[in-house]
């Protein structure tokens, strides 16, 4: 069965289930065990979908890239020049007599 069989497929079971709710919305209890069991085949359908897709992805080609090179770094040599470092002077802090 292909993708497009099988969305069809969940279409026509889908549209079974709305008509088993409505029926049960209008008052007959036995359309509930129809409505669950409609929407345990869409559940069983949709499932075997999603294998079928990952089936059909994993089958695709795949494309195939073209390897980077490394190309060695060159470093340029940067002189560096050392400030000397000032330190602030530290004010002393003596209490004045005053007399």
């Known amino acids: 069965m292909s993708l497009s069989e099988s969305i069809t497929s969940l279409r026509t ?3 079974t289930c709305e008509n ?6 209008l008052g007959r209890k036995a359309s509930s065990a ?4 409609s929407l345990q085949n869409i ?3 949709s499932h075997s979908l999603r294998k079928q ?3 059909h992805t994993k089958s695709l080609p795949t494309k195939s890239r073209t390897k980077k090179t490394v190309e060695p ?3 340029a040599v940067v ?3 050392v400030e000397p470092v000032v330190e602030p002077v530290k004010k002393s802090r003596s209490k004045k007599v005053v007399e």
């Open 13 to 15: 079971m889908l549209d």
């Open 20 to 25: 088993e709710i409505k029926s049960l919305e």
């Open 34 to 37: 129809r409505a669950r069991k």
């Open 43 to 45: 559940k069983t359908a």
């Open 53 to 55: 897709i990952t089936a």
């Open 73 to 75: 770094v060159v470093e």
């Open 79 to 81: 002189e560096q020049v």
